[in-house]
């Protein structure tokens, strides 16, 4: 059966969880997960900001579900807030096994940016 929510924000990243991304209980590791969460929001932040950015902050990080080998994982990404120099991005992570189309949330988590220069100095996002 669907869970009745469904993905909130625009699909930054889609892989596929190997046998190499496991924890010792067979299960996929967190910091893996972690690891793409970061590079979907910072796909979303770069986008926003129309230059580099540097992660500043993750919160409220949660693991909701297991993740298993052979799964489907996609990151969503939505702008929740626009600063100065910075943005906070929420990203929601949705598996899908091979047996089923049906998508469950599995982990979800804020990241802030904050888009720098060349000389890597925060700037305005809004310039
Ligand atoms: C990000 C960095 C350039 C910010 O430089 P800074 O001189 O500390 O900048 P500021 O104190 O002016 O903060 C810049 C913005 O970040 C926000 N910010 C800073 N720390 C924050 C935190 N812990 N949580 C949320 N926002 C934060 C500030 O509120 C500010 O937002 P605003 O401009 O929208 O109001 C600097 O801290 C840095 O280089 N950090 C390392 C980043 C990095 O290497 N990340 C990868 C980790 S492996």
Sequence with gaps: MSDEKTPKGQLVIQILAMPADTNANGD???????????????????????????TVAIDEMAFLKPVYVGDTVCCYADIVKVGHTSLK???????????TTDQKQVAQGYFTFVAIDEERKPHLVDR
Aim: aromatic share 8%; glycine share 10%; no cysteine.
């Design 28 to 54: 996929i590791f967190g910091g893996w997960l972690v690891s793409h969460m970061d590079m979907g929001a910072a796909i979303a932040a770069r986008r926003r900001a129309k230059s580099r950015v540097v």
């Design 89 to 99: 991005i929420k990203i929601e992570v949705w598996s899908m096994g091979l047996q």
